[in-house]
């Protein structure tokens, strides 16, 4: 059951992961009508300013490393449930 609960929990943390991402995008794209300086968008990427790049950066990274750290919790959880039964 403990091994359940490591499985589920990549694969939520894998989820949301890629939603925060859209998020983030398309959050960014609602601000400033542009579309995100990401991997994901080479040429806005080498087109933009290094201060949009840079408050991309922090933005994407800040809601990847709260995503991450709540799925972790979540999924720690699980675990202690699981082992509980």
Do not use: N
């Amino acid at each position: 059951m403990k091994t359940l609960a490591k499985i589920f929990g990549s694969v939520l943390s894998l989820g949301a992961g890629w939603l925060g991402a859209k998020l983030v995008a398309s959050a960014w794209k609602k601000a400033t009508g542009e579309q995100p300086p990401s991997v994901a968008h080479p040429e806005e990427q080498q087109q933009a300013a290094l201060g949009k790049v840079l408050s991309f950066a922090v933005i994407s990274g800040a809601s990847a490393a709260a995503i991450q750290a709540l799925a972790k919790r979540w999924t720690r959880s699980l675990e202690d449930k699981a082992s509980a039964v």
